[in-house]
């Protein structure tokens, strides 16, 4: 009897524990997609106002009463701001979607260069800031919230300036790409990419795998492009090719020029051969506008209203895919 009373007992206090873990929230916490400390942990919720702390514990916390409604019940216009707290670090998250607090799982991160492109190159907060903050909220597939923070990280920088005399290959291209984006000589560290670029483009192309060459390269540069170096956009124009092992789906940055820059994309492609243009737009549709049927609209009527041979035989080369 003893014994069934105590199995019985443990039972219901699992039945407990599993219903309060289904009325919480698990927060966890990677830097450059590795486990880190999260203690002491924190959360803060500004709802309509009115700022709410829910009960913690560890890196868990309840879901506040307020929150416990269906999601069609929340108005278009209501958002929640969250802050989150792990260790010495605070992160904000404005305007989001008061439903995505409900129970389930957190992925709280920073991502820091290169990691963050690597992780999340078509994210455009990486056109901002030294490092992004990121919150995944699992309940919700594919819901992810960016924060571009502008403070370079000074240890990590210093870190990195220390090394890269010795580095080599990918790991030297990496630093590189880094210490542009925190400006730590920024001239020297872009054009090191760049010689970079062209170096791995002058190579046979049956040369053996190279892993300072892969896609990643041509993001850095195109991610320093929509940083603000408009100086890089000639050269990137220049580098269109089939080499895929080198420049990897480089269409896709010439579709989102013809499509967020479309007059400065037209000016410049004309200044190279007919040849160069048609390829470019070709490869622009291969790689991006053949599967974003709204943006290829988009680029093609600007190309019909834009007028002239240029843009005539880019329209010709999206049209005869």
Not at 58 to 84: C, G, M, N, Y
Not at 102 to 118: M, T
Not at 189 to 209: F, H, I, Q, T, Y
Not at 213 to 242: I, S
């Amino acid at each position: 009897m003893i014994i069934w009373t105590a199995l019985l007992l443990g039972l219901v206090l699992t039945e407990q524990a599993q219903s309060q873990l289904h009325r919480s929230i698990s927060v966890s916490f990677t830097i450059d997609g590795k486990p880190a400390d999260c203690t002491p942990f924190g959360i803060e919720l500004r709802l309509n106002g009115e700022i709410i702390r829910p009960k913690e514990s560890a890196q868990h916390f309840d879901v506040p009463d307020e929150f416990k409604k269906p999601s069609t019940q929340w108005r278009d216009d209501e958002r929640v701001d969250i802050s989150l707290s792990c260790s010495d670090h605070t992160f904000v998250f404005p305007n989001q979607h008061p439903a995505f607090v409900r129970a389930g799982d957190w992925d709280l991160g920073i991502a820091r260069p290169p990691y963050s492109i690597e992780q999340f190159r078509r994210t455009r907060e990486l056109e901002h800031g030294a490092w992004l903050s990121y919150l995944i909220f699992e309940g919700e597939p594919g819901v992810v919230t960016f924060v571009s923070q502008p403070d370079v990280p000074i240890d990590v920088a210093d870190s990195m300036r220390k090394e890269q005399p010795s580095s080599s290959g990918e790991r030297a291209r990496d630093i590189a790409y880094a210490l542009a984006v925190f400006g730590i000589e920024y001239q020297t560290n872009r054009d090191r990419l760049l010689n970079l670029l062209g170096s791995c483009l002058s190579k046979p192309k049956e040369s053996a795998e190279d892993g300072e060459c892969g896609g990643e390269l041509l993001d850095f540069v195109t991610n320093l492009y929509w940083r603000g170096d408009d100086a890089l956009l000639a050269p990137l124009l220049q580098v269109a090719d089939t080499r895929r092992d080198v420049i990897g789906e480089i269409g896709t940055f010439y579709a989102d020029l013809l499509d967020r820059r479309s007059a400065v994309a037209l000016e410049s492609i004309g200044k190279l051969s007919p040849e160069k243009q048609q390829l470019l737009c070709r490869l622009a549709y291969e790689d991006d506008l053949s599967t974003d049927s709204p943006k290829r609209d988009r680029v093609m009527a600007f190309l019909r209203s834009a007028g002239g041979d240029v843009a005539a035989r880019c329209s010709k080369a999206l049209d005869d895919e």
